[in-house]
């Protein structure tokens, strides 16, 4: 059993055939999921297009208010009713197929996509680039040594995942890195899995003003997880 998350921010145009697919696929694989949407502060008919599957059993839909991709992951798997969790975005740019369903096997596991192992498709030469700095600058002030951490696909399994999510304090950009860090204190078995990845033109990440707001966090977080970090 499963819980995919999926968190939603001004995806009018393309939820509802992602929700089909991740529906379709677990039907195919004969696998019970419960599917956890999450809007995100939307000002276009995301809100309005996700509750259209209401009527679905295993569908879920919620509405978070606060802008910042960690706010609706976090309050998609505090509603999860398993422990076992599949983050996505919402446009499916990792697709769900890139699941391993062995991984439920197993527990206190991280498993985050990596376009770096993995490939990338339309990603624009200057999103790649700044990408390779603020990854090159993540792995120098907190001694890591993951390529990619900021990939949308991301697996956990934990009994003590709902005591990780309440530890998390980055509900923006650095929400992931959060996790992981959470995860490795905890002692959690961390994989890199290569994914192929399809970028989202109309992504909402910001190019000139959220770096200097992840900088800050980054120092954030390295003072949080110092003891952890042998640095």
Not at 14 to 42: F, P
Request: charge should be positive; hydrophobic fraction near 40%.
């Amino acid at each position: 059993m499963l819980s995919v998350v999926i968190p939603c921010f001004n995806e009018e145009k393309i939820i509802s055939k992602s929700i089909n697919t991740i529906l379709g696929w677990s039907r195919d694989n004969n696998l019970k999921i419960e599917l956890i949407l999450v809007n995100n502060a939307s000002t276009d008919n995301t809100l309005k297009n996700i509750e259209k599957f209401n009527s679905e059993k295993n569908v879920i839909c919620l509405n978070e208010n606060s802008k910042g991709k960690g706010f609706a992951v976090v309050k998609g798997i505090k509603t999860s009713n398993y422990n076992k969790v599949l983050i996505l975005d919402a446009d499916l740019s990792a697709d769900i197929n890139e699941f391993n369903i062995s991984w439920i096997e197993k527990n206190d596991l991280l498993i985050i996509g990596s376009r770096k192992l993995g490939k990338e498709i339309n990603t624009p030469l200057i999103r790649k680039v700044s990408g390779k700095i603020f990854n090159f600058i993540e792995r120098k002030v907190l001694n890591l040594n993951y390529k990619d951490i900021h990939c949308g696909f991301k697996y956990i399994a934990s009994v003590q995942l709902k005591d990780i999510i309440n530890s998390l304090d980055s509900m923006e950009y650095l929400y992931d890195l959060d996790l992981l860090l959470a995860c490795r204190y905890k002692g959690f078995e961390i994989i890199e899995n290569p994914v192929t990845y399809n970028f989202d033109r109309n992504s909402s990440v910001s190019l000139l003003k959220d770096p200097f707001k992840m900088l800050k966090d980054l120092f954030t977080l390295k003072e949080k997880y110092k003891s952890n970090l042998s640095i």
